[in-house]
């Protein structure tokens, strides 16, 4: 089972990025997926979360309104369009399956397949 997340790249204080994580070996159609990220000497962090079918969505209050998850069940590909990006966005993206649920949580522990991570930074 892997989860390969992938889009992060260096962008200016403004600017957007879309992060896309696909999936395989594993159907994740039926579970919750999330975005995590982490910056350097600072723990995991909640970033978004999407329900099995991406009817219900949940955002932490640090990118809400700028960033927007998404997904494509037929892709098995969640997404994070990321706008509006600022030097404290800059981290190692994580994508995340929640097998045990349909909804979107916000609790890390709850994940339990997670991707390589994906550098995004962003400068002033």
């Known amino acids: 089972v892997q989860l390969q997340a992938s889009g992060g790249g260096l962008v200016q204080a403004g600017g957007s990025l879309r ?5 395989s070996g ?16 600072k723990e995991r962090e909640f970033v978004a979360a999407v329900s099995w079918n991406g ?13 927007t998850i998404s997904r494509d069940n037929a892709k098995n ?24 649920r349909v909804l979107p949580v916000s609790t890390t522990r709850n994940y339990d397949y997670w991707g390589q991570g994906t550098q995004v930074t962003v400068s002033s």
Do not use: H
């Open 77 to 100: 590909t969640v997404y994070l369009q990321m706008n509006s990006l600022k030097p404290e966005d800059t981290a190692v993206y994580y994508c995340a399956a929640d097998t045990d």
């Open 19 to 23: 992060l896309s994580c696909a999936a």
């Open 55 to 67: 009817g219900s969505t949940l955002y932490a209050d640090s990118v809400k309104g700028r960033f």
């Open 26 to 41: 594993r159907i994740f159609s039926n579970d919750a997926m999330g975005w995590f990220r982490q910056a350097p000497g």
